[in-house]
């Protein structure tokens, strides 16, 4: 699903704290910022192992406000990738951003993994491992908004090659870009983190381009296993 709507309240002001997070990738993150001036100082950020986010992000996130002598509530937002990436790691952060905000009701903003891989780089485009011979793929065409798809070697071919540079922080996901577009300008640049996600969000912060909670869902690009999967059971199922 896309990015949930908006809800546009009054921006936040320098000297507000603003909590990171992101579990969409083999690794993840969160991270702790405040807004100083016109820019936004990095106080922290944990890692966190792929495939146990569950058991340990809600933990890393208290440890984290604790090292810097903070409490939950005094966090003025919170921002969260909702993906494209792992549907349980989407999951399991959507979740946890749910349980974080709602007590206190602590804004929050989101992001696409794609748009803070392509910030990182200074592209307009980007492209992810999405497993299965596909990438997540972000394409910026001059006078037109970003578009973010799924797409496998056949639909890469088909397109026109991207003409400015494309970020790629993946061996799968470089090699699929070359082989479909031998003269893309391909940029090499460490995985995005919760860190690249808080600097990412900035603006939106400060503009109060906050989601409603009670909407905030994924931005999967692709169904589940268990939609794609589970369909030729319903129509069997149907016909019975």
């Not at 991207?162 to 699929?176: L, N, P, R, W």
């Amino acid at each position: 699903m896309e990015t949930s709507p908006l809800t546009v309240e009054p921006g936040l002001r320098a000297g507000g704290f603003v909590l990171g997070i992101d579990t969409c990738g083999p690794s993840g993150s969160v991270a702790l910022g405040r807004l100083v001036g016109e820019g936004l100082e990095l106080l922290g950020q944990t890692e966190l192992a792929g495939r146990s986010y569950s058991a340990t992000l809600v933990a890393a996130v208290g440890e984290l406000l604790k090292q810097n002598g903070m409490a939950l509530r005094e966090l003025s937002a919170i921002v969260v990738v909702n993906g494209p990436g792992s549907f349980t790691g989407v999951r399991v952060g959507l979740s946890a951003v749910k349980g974080l905000a709602e007590p206190f009701r602590i804004p929050v903003v989101v992001v696409s993994r794609l748009e803070v891989l392509a910030s990182k780089a200074g592209t307009g485009s980007a492209a992810l491992d999405a497993h299965r011979r596909e990438v997540f793929l972000r394409m910026e065409v001059a006078g037109e908004k970003p578009c973010e798809v799924l797409a496998g070697a056949a639909e890469l071919a088909a397109m026109a090659a991207i003409s400015g540079g494309i970020a790629v922080c993946e061996d799968a996901a470089e090699e699929m870009i070359r082989a479909a577009w031998s003269g893309a300008v391909v940029e090499r640049v460490a995985a995005p983190t919760a860190a690249d996600a808080l600097k990412q969000a900035e603006p939106k912060i400060r503009a109060g381009m906050f989601v409603d909670l009670a909407l905030l869902d994924g931005h999967y690009l692709r169904r589940s296993d268990a939609e794609i999967f589970g369909e030729p059971v319903q129509a069997l199922a149907h016909r019975t």
